[in-house]
């Protein structure tokens, strides 16, 4: 794996995809499009997991490695760096249901790594930062909708 | 199957139990008016659109 310095590592977000009992349906789109952003320097992709959690709410970790023919994700595989701890399966498995699988993605946004690395170094520190759930996007177009509505 | 041996006794990375957020995937793609709702959050993010701000 390529060194990052510090100062130029890029905002590093995760994500937990669930897929219910019965419902994956794992065509090869999902690997391209990681691929993808990956060649594209868009994303480093840092740790991939894949957790099961049985109906009894038992856990099992599964590492990308374990999975017979990667395909074009063996590139990806070799490039890891393992950041996620044994804890840290537990704590993401928390948001799985029962009986459902899911890939755990964790990722540096190279993309962002340059704004970063000049906010800081403009003496900026990030104070907050999240992501906008569409829903809520939806809900404050749907009130001012219903306001203007109301309005008229 | 195990985990690497990397993975175990160290710090995690998480620090907490992660809560079930929405299904956003869902949220917008079945229901009654799929295309719809993609587009009006679309057009909300689109820049120019220009809704008014109240602070």
Redesign the interface.
């Known amino acids: 794996m390529t060194q990052t310095p510090l100062d130029e590592l890029g905002p590093v977000d995760y994500v937990v995809v669930e897929f219910p009992a019965g419902e994956s349906n794992f065509d090869g789109e999902m690997a391209k499009e990681l691929l993808a952003l990956s060649d594209a320097g868009t994303i480093r992709v840092i740790d991939i997991l894949i957790l099961t959690k049985d109906a009894d709410g038992s856990i099992e970790a599964m590492e990308l490695s374990d999975i017979e023919n990667l395909g074009p994700l063996q590139q990806l595989e070799a490039e890891l760096a393992e950041l996620l701890a044994e804890e840290d399966v537990a704590h993401l498995a928390a948001a799985m249901d029962p009986g459902s699988t899911a890939g755990v993605l964790i990722w540096e946004n190279l993309w962002a790594a340059p704004f970063a690395s000049a906010a800081r170094r403009a003496g900026g520190q990030l104070i907050a930062d999240g992501r906008i759930p569409i829903q809520a996007i939806l809900a404050s177009i749907q009130a001012d909708d219903n306001e203007t509505t109301q309005g008229e | 199957?195990p985990?690497?041996a990397?993975?175990?006794?160290?710090?995690?990375?998480?620090?907490?139990?992660?809560?079930?957020?929405?299904v956003?995937a869902k949220?917008?793609s079945p229901g009654p008016s799929p295309v719809a709702?993609t587009a009006?959050?679309a057009a909300?993010?689109t820049p120019g659109r220009g809704?008014?701000r109240r602070i």
């Open positions: 199957m985990l690497r990397a993975r175990v006794g160290r710090v995690g990375v998480i620090g907490h139990p992660v809560a079930k957020t929405a956003v949220a917008v709702k009006v959050v909300a993010v809704r008014r």
